[in-house]
């Protein structure tokens, strides 16, 4: 209970932050716009995802469980993971992760982007929220086994780990990638005829691909997870800076009803 508490309570000082950082937006040269309507929708359900991920009912598997996993199970796509096991490259995972989360504040040296810091914070902050609620309320919901339970590399004290049934998707891959993804795309609207987007782009792609073999080559996860986070980061971190922009048709927004019921609407202008 205690754990859903500070749960909550952090979805409130988010849904605080939005709220202020929207109503306070002074109008400027950002190619970004803000609106309650979308913002404290994307704040609404980033909360709901993580408060969902918090009661889902989730337990780790046991050493009995372990022993009965059956790798007949696992698709010839995903297979070779099993065999998989590796201490550095868990390591180096963790290192490219907490390097991606850090990446889009290297635009901060744009004195465009430093003018523009609120829209930009927003931007981030939000973008991290909501991948994070979309991968963990996965994560539970799937329970997928890791690929090193099924061999005999990792030792038991790996096995029994809170966290050996949160395969399906890889979370180090979709925050490294909405990370990036943000950046290039960001630094795209910030400097539309630069010359330097197609390398940032390019990083962009890379890096939370070598992320997602880092985890593969440790056994963390199986291929198909990794493709599903590259895919969910990758859209999160390119969709949100669009729904943002001025020019944007795309219009997403949460509506309170006469019988008290919240209903989210999404419109396209063409």
């Known amino acids: 209970m205690r754990r ?6 952090r979805v409130l000082v988010l849904i605080t932050i939005v709220s202020a950082l929207v109503v306070g937006q002074e109008k400027n040269n950002s190619p970004y716009s803000f609106s309650k309507g979308l913002d404290m929708t994307i704040a609404s359900v980033s909360g709901g995802l993580l408060l969902g991920s918090i009661l889902v009912d989730y337990t780790p598997m046991g050493v009995e469980d372990i022993a009965n996993l059956n790798s007949d199970d696992i698709s010839s796509y995903d297979i070779k993971a099993i065999k998989n096991w590796d201490l550095g490259s868990i390591k180096m995972s963790d290192l490219l992760l907490y390097s991606s989360i850090a990446a889009p504040g290297l635009l901060l040296t744009d004195k465009t982007v430093r003018n523009d810091y609120r829209s930009f914070s927003l ?8 991948t994070l609620g979309i991968t963990n309320l996965t994560k539970v919901l799937v329970s997928r086994p890791r690929p090193y339970l099924y061999g005999d590399k990792a030792p038991e004290e790996y096995k029994i780990k809170d966290d050996n049934r949160k395969s399906f998707f890889s979370g ?9 993804f943000l950046m290039a795309s960001m630094y795209d609207d910030y400097n539309p005829d630069s010359k330097l987007s197609p390398y940032l782009w390019a990083g962009a792609g890379f890096i939370p691909a070598l992320t997602a073999y880092y985890r593969y080559d440790a056994g963390k996860h199986f291929p198909s997870d990794l493709v599903a986070g590259y895919i969910v980061g990758s859209a999160v971190g390119i969709m949100v800076p669009k729904w943002h922009t001025k020019n ?17 609407h999404l419109s396209y202008r063409f």
């Open 172 to 180: 180090h891959t979709s925050i490294s990638a909405v990370s990036c």
């Open 4 to 9: 859903i508490i500070d749960l909550a309570q």
């Open 248 to 264: 944007s048709k795309i219009n997403v927004g949460l509506t309170l009803q006469m019988s008290g019921k919240i209903k989210t």
């Open 123 to 130: 931007l981030w902050a939000e973008s991290v929220f909501l």
